[in-house]
């Protein structure tokens, strides 16, 4: 799908807007510094102004245009734009990464000029991103699994419906139907993969989401029938068996994002200040493609290390997530997304654990697309 050129984006962007607003974001954009002078932007009409910001801020426009709209509190507007500009985001910063000032410039003329053009010209460094179609992106579909209550009560997880509330909300955002289950045990989890395996929209999806939030131990999720006289688990192992080449063609070639909300042991990374109470209180194919390929999980805690979560807010990891993704998953790939959310642990002694990823299998960045369809589709 090719990108809207950016005057055209900025020029949708500001017609929308009230007249009062419209003052306000010229008046603004004068204020902010002095690359635009008064007299470029008076009583000049929407594509005027656009074409300026473009000649004064280059590859920067669009993200100086939503900066000033919310400076105005045109939310709204500001989203739009986000959701309409990270396309030509996502290809421009192909072009733009290691050049000096003036390469940069030249290759934003010249995308503005011709953006298949410049596509074309720069096809190697296109094809290293998973490819997304607008059929593609009205199939994706998520599994989300979320233990809640446990047969042995005192294992219930207060909070955790704070977690699939988050989850639910951003993976809709990114554009997944979610397909929700509650309160499984181990065999019911390994039915409810096994039936979304089969899912119909598959074959159509660009990617998939597997979350599961529950109690844990080093490669095990322990299902909702766990006592110490009755070991309810399920193997960690058996979700790559389900979603792999082997089992599952319709996801041959397609980005699979394993999100695990789970403790891997009993034992807590050593800092210097307390914690919030711990996440767990119990101890024939294609022979052209690789059985394993195109994963990529992110664990809560390193092996041997317990996850945490807190009762009003839900688990510390996935609050980052949401914290992480919502603003940037526009412009950054999941590989990048996954390591500033890991960094931000590293930051806070705090918090006592240590996200990692995990059997990484990508060979392209996937970029999630947020809002490649409006809410018209």
């Known amino acids: 799908m090719a990108p809207k050129k950016p005057t055209k984006v900025l020029e949708d962007i500001l017609e929308n807007l009230s007249e009062r607003n419209f003052k306000k974001f010229c008046s603004g954009l004068v204020g902010r510094d002095k690359r635009v002078k008064k007299n470029q932007v008076e009583n000049k009409d929407f594509l005027e102004v656009a074409e300026v910001m473009i000649e004064k801020y280059a590859d920067e426009a669009l993200k100086v245009a939503e900066e000033l709209l919310r400076d105005i509190d045109c939310q709204q507007a500001a989203n739009d734009l986000g959701k309409n500009s990270h396309i030509i985001w996502i290809h421009l910063s192909f072009l733009l990464q290691g050049s000096s000032g003036e390469l940069k410039y030249f290759y934003f003329q010249l995308f503005l000029f011709d953006q298949q053009l410049i596509l074309f010209l720069f096809s190697p460094c296109v094809c290293q991103v998973y490819c ?15 233990n809640i209550k446990f047969s042995d009560e005192k294992l219930d997880r207060h909070g955790a419906e704070k977690d699939e509330e988050n989850m ?52 095990k999720i322990l299902g909702a029938d766990w006592r110490e006289d009755n070991p309810d688990e399920f193997a960690v192992d058996k979700i790559y068996r389900c979603l792999n080449s082997n089992g599952c063609q319709a996801l041959i070639n397609k980005p699979k994002v394993v999100i695990l909300q789970a403790c891997r042991g009993g034992d807590v990374d050593l800092t210097g ?61 999941i590989i990048d997304l996954f390591t500033k959310d890991l960094v931000s642990k590293c930051g806070d002694d705090q918090q006592k654990q240590m996200p990692v ?19 018209s589709h």
């Open 273 to 333: 200040r307390p914690a919030p109470p711990p996440e767990d209180h119990v101890p024939e194919l294609d022979k052209s493609a690789h059985v394993e390929k195109d994963f990529i999980a992110l664990l809560a805690s390193t092996p041997d290390n317990k996850a945490y979560r807190e009762t009003q807010n839900g688990s510390i990891l996935i609050q980052n997530i949401v914290k992480v993704f919502t603003p940037e998953s526009y412009q950054k790939h």
């Open 168 to 219: 639910e909300k951003l993976l809709q955002s990114l554009g997944y139907e979610v397909v929700k289950c509650q309160n499984l045990t181990g065999k019911g989890i390994d039915d409810a993969l096994k039936g979304f395996a089969k899912h119909p929209k598959l074959k159509q999806t660009d990617s998939v989401f597997v979350v599961i939030m529950s109690h844990g131990k080093l490669g």
């Open 132 to 146: 997304v179609t607008e059929d593609n992106y009205r199939n994706r579909v998520a599994l989300l699994i979320t």
């Open 357 to 375: 990823i995990d059997r990484m299998t990508l060979n392209k960045k996937f970029y999630l697309y947020p809002g490649l369809l409006d809410s």
